[in-house]
């Protein structure tokens, strides 16, 4: 059983969408909810989550790589390159160079390492575009992990995560429905029995055209305006946060 666990990543990993006022940065998501499971399970269990929204995959490897390594953990999970996706250009064979010679170097040191697909967009107008460099993104991380000997929690197959009820108002990151899906899917792949369950929300509502543009409208004016114009400024949304929880500590520290 695993007694060191180090999360590392952007937005995903950190939580974003599953709001908790009483957590570090204000979030809980799917690592905080596998590190519970995990430290009921034993007693001596510690857990770092390191990432940080906003990260570029080249700016999780520099920042987090190293203190993950330091802190000898014998589970590591990752996943990045989300946000390089949503650039203007972006060269996905280039990122997956680095995500291999990172994902080396954290299965060297004999932990357990998981990776992520990312999710099948196909039903949102937004990620519908962004299908194909998801896809090729996702091959390279299946052939990363099987090279290295990782685990693969395969989102693009939770046809559940399509359904836009597992998404906070900006649609761009999973609520505590979705994050809890992810946190499910993680401890099967570790093959650690637990109690969550998954949500079923049956059939989805019928939503008529002109209710459904004024969302997207409401959406584009509190979310996607304010998306594009830190990206034309340069700026982030984890540009002020740190890791938060940037050393090995009990969950309920």
Request: hydrophobic share 40%; net charge neutral; no cysteine.
């Amino acid at each position: 059983m695993s007694k060191r666990l180090v999360a590392l990543g952007d937005s995903f990993t950190e939580g974003v969408g599953d709001d908790d006022p009483a957590r570090p940065n204000g979030v809980r998501g799917w690592a905080d909810r596998v590190a519970e499971v995990l430290a009921t399970r034993e007693p001596d269990f510690r857990y770092a989550n390191l990432a940080i929204r906003g990260r570029l995959l080249g700016q999780v490897l520099s920042e987090q790589l190293e203190p993950a390594l330091a802190m000898e953990p014998d589970l590591v999970t990752l996943y990045a390159g989300g946000n390089d996706l949503m650039r203007p250009k972006v060269d996905i064979d280039a990122l997956a160079d680095e995500y291999d010679k990172a994902v080396a170097r954290l299965a060297e040191t004999g932990a357990t390492v998981v990776l992520f697909t990312g999710v099948d967009g196909v039903e949102d107008p937004l990620f519908r575009r962004m299908r194909g460099r998801t896809a090729i993104y996702n091959e390279h991380a299946r052939v990363i992990a099987a090279r290295h000997g990782a685990r693969v929690v395969d989102m693009w197959a939770m046809r559940q995560l399509r359904d836009r009820r597992m998404w906070s108002a900006d649609r761009l990151h999973l609520n505590a429905l979705g994050h809890t899906e992810v946190a499910i899917s993680v401890l099967d792949v570790l093959g650690v029995p637990h109690e969550l369950t998954r949500n079923v929300l049956g059939p989805r509502p019928s939503v008529d055209r002109r209710r459904q543009r004024a969302e997207d409208l409401r959406w584009a004016r509190e979310h996607a305006l304010p998306w594009v114009g830190r990206r034309l400024r340069g700026e982030s949304s984890g540009d002020a946060l740190n890791p938060k929880r940037p050393v090995l500590a009990p969950v309920d520290d």
